[in-house]
């Protein structure tokens, strides 16, 4: 295998409130290679979100090694990591995080403000939000369209800029069983496709939609192993 | 950096735009701030053209003649409420004399007091203006009933009055006056005619005044020698010139200044022209003054929009958050958090200054209506200064809250419920 897209070596994480130090991440080592769907499971408070959130560039190590494209993420400049949030990663939250009382359009476009790419922007977010099955969607307001349509409309706001990696922070969270298996669907479908796909859970039958589970406890992995028996999202008309 | 521009203006407005109500509401302030400002500018405006057009109505040929030197381009000190005493009657009388001072028509002298005036059991306090017979030739002004006094009353010390039409009305009512006797500081006077009511110009009350021939006032009831101001009239315009010459030749030589230059005169010759100029350094600062107070409602609508700002970053925490997470730099985000403020200062500017023309313009024309002769006036300076301050105000105000707000920690914001 050539070089690994992300690599983590004893990485840890601390954080200092005061005087008190409550160290959430204990050494963690894992390589994640490009085109891998793994998920990160833990139950709550084990430490997977920070985790998440130190591989999407949103917060940083205290100590450790995060290589990411071989390039030391460690020493980069707060704007520096913001540029990577923009053209390498792309968020699905639990909680959708849309703008409130702007389109649909305005939400996928989003990303594409922020990057310096060149293009007529309305056309690659309205191809996006095809290819999520939510064409039909552009002009309406975040709080005119369902739940499922709302995760399905983050997806495409993370997928617009061409990102490496996809970060799924338990996106079926807040969704019914359908729309969940909707949006796992797109997921793993986005995978096939050649991305490369994070997924933080909790869920045992959720992270089994992916190829490799990371188990994390107490800040550190419990278990890192291939998923054998992989759980596929059936929605037909989704997988179509 | 221009992409960067326009887009942290695009968010800025659909930022806005997605709160219309409070966008609003936020700008009122600056609104009425900028109108505020623009009014009172405009108002004053017109009210100094009417001064001055009035005072100009008065008669641009007049000179005035002041006791004490002046300062350089200020009022004189007599002006100021300091009593000087350089200039008397007789003064007065030698500028009137067509060998000193030959382009003159009249003169008018005055030594001004105040008394209480008794007809009977009803008593009125008013102004009491020690004048000359000149003064109907130089100030104008007609008598109504009866008659001015005469040279022979303005140099005996009789007691005669002329009353101003509204001594008349509070001292009589519709009483006779002429022919009266009344009373002025315990002094017993004949009341020889009524003035023709002639109303408030330039500050000063012509109706509220009563007229005695100078020396009784000086003698009588002032007890004093010498006079507060000398009016002249010179009988054509091109000659104003050289009438003040002559008058101050004159007076030079009477108070025994051999100076020439001025710098030694104990005494001020004005024409109307440098008084309307005084007149205009006054309004101006008065104007200037006024519209600094309502430059304050712009402060506080500045810290209304602080205010705003603020709640506006808590609100939108999770906002913030996203598009860190998608990939908006600290400076980014300050930018659209500031670029809203100024939208909003910069808009209600625009419309504080439309509604504050139009209201101005409303005024003037009501101001017309009524009679005065009062002009629309909103200057391109206060535009620009009203729009301007309110853009800065913005700057201001809105770049704590905007730094506030790139300062998040992204994953707090997601957090923040």
């Given amino acids: 295998m050539s070089n690994p897209l992300i690599e983590i070596k004893n990485l840890e994480k601390e954080y200092v409130s005061g005087e008190v130090v409550t160290k959430v991440l204990h050494g963690l080592s894992f390589n994640i290679n490009k085109g891998e769907f793994v998920s990160i499971m833990g139950p709550s408070g084990s430490g997977k979100s920070t985790l998440m959130h130190i591989l999407g560039f949103l917060d940083r190590l205290s100590t450790g090694k995060y290589l990411f494209n071989n390039k030391d993420v460690t020493q980069l400049e707060d704007d520096e990591l913001a540029l990577l949030r923009n053209e390498e990663v792309g968020f699905v939250f639990q909680a959708f995080n849309l703008l409130p009382r702007t389109t649909v359009l305005d939400n996928v476009k989003l990303p594409l403000l922020y990057s310096n790419k060149k293009g007529n922007i309305d056309e690659i977010a309205t191809k996006v939000l095809e290819s999520v099955g939510l064409g039909h969607r552009v002009n309406y307001f975040t709080n005119q369209i369902s739940g499922g349509e709302k995760q399905r409309v983050a997806i495409a706001r993370a997928l617009v800029n061409n990102p490496s990696i996809i970060f799924a922070d338990e996106p079926t969270g807040n969704l019914d069983s359908k729309s969940g298996v909707q949006v796992m669907a797109i997921l793993q479908k986005l995978n096939d496709l050649g991305n490369t796909i994070i997924l933080v859970t909790h869920e045992t039958y959720t992270s089994e939609h992916a190829k490799r589970i990371i188990k994390i406890k107490d800040g550190m992995i419990e278990e890192d192993y291939l998923v054998k028996n992989r759980r596929y999202a059936n929605d037909g008309e989704m997988l179509k | ?417």
Avoid at chain 2, 343 to 352: N, P, V, W, Y
Avoid at chain 2, 370 to 395: N, P
Wanted: glycine share 10%; charged share 20%; net charge neutral.
């Fill in chain 2, 1 to 417: 950096m221009f992409n960067n521009f326009v887009q942290a203006i695009k968010s800025s407005i659909s930022a806005l735009l997605a709160n219309k109500g409070r966008s609003f509401l936020t700008m009122l302030g600056i609104i009425i701030g900028v109108g505020a400002v623009i009014i009172i500018i405009a108002v004053g405006a017109g009210a100094q053209s009417l001064i001055v057009s009035q005072v100009k109505g008065l008669g641009s040929n007049l000179v005035g003649i002041l006791p004490g030197k002046s300062e350089e381009k200020g009022p004189p000190a007599s002006v100021m409420g300091i009593v000087i005493t350089t200039l008397t009657y007789d003064d007065a009388q030698a500028i009137n004399d067509k060998k000193n001072v030959p382009n003159l028509v009249d003169v008018s002298a005055y030594t001004k007091s105040i008394g209480t005036l008794a007809w009977g059991s009803n008593t009125y306090d008013t102004s009491l203006s020690g004048s000359t017979v000149g003064y109907l030739e130089v100030e104008g002004g007609e008598v109504a009933e009866g008659r001015f006094f005469t040279k022979e009353e303005e140099k005996n010390l009789s007691r005669v009055v002329v009353l101003g039409s509204e001594v008349k009305d509070q001292l009589f009512g519709t009483s006779e006056a002429v022919g009266q006797r009344i009373k002025i500081n315990k002094h017993s006077f004949e009341v020889i005619g009524v003035m023709k009511e002639r109303g408030t110009v330039a500050f000063q009350n012509y109706d509220d005044q009563v007229f005695i021939p100078i020396i009784t006032v000086q003698k009588l009831i002032a007890g004093v020698n010498h006079l507060g101001l000398i009016r002249a009239k010179v009988d054509n315009q091109d000659n104003i010139a050289v009438a003040m010459k002559d008058i101050e030749i004159t007076l030079r030589e009477r108070h025994n200044i051999s100076d020439e230059s001025g710098a030694s005169d104990d005494f001020t010759v004005q024409s109307a022209d440098t008084a309307l100029d005084m007149l205009k350094t006054i309004t101006n600062a008065l104007k200037y003054f006024l519209a600094a107070i309502a430059s304050l409602s712009l402060l506080v609508g500045g810290i209304g929009i602080m205010n705003i700002m603020l709640v506006s970053v808590t609100e939108r925490t999770r906002e913030i958050g996203l598009r860190k997470a998608v990939g908006a730099t600290n400076f980014k985000i300050r930018s659209q958090f500031l670029f809203e403020a100024i939208i909003i200062t910069f808009l209600g500017g625009i419309i504080g200054m439309i509604g504050g023309t139009v209201i101005s313009f409303l005024i003037a024309k009501v101001a017309v209506f009524l009679g005065y002769d009062w002009e629309f006036l909103v200057s391109i300076f206060s535009i620009l200064l009203a729009v301007s301050v309110s853009i800065s105000v913005g700057i201001i105000f809105g770049l704590y809250p905007a730094i506030k707000a790139s300062k998040l920690n992204p994953i707090e914001a997601l957090r923040y419920e």
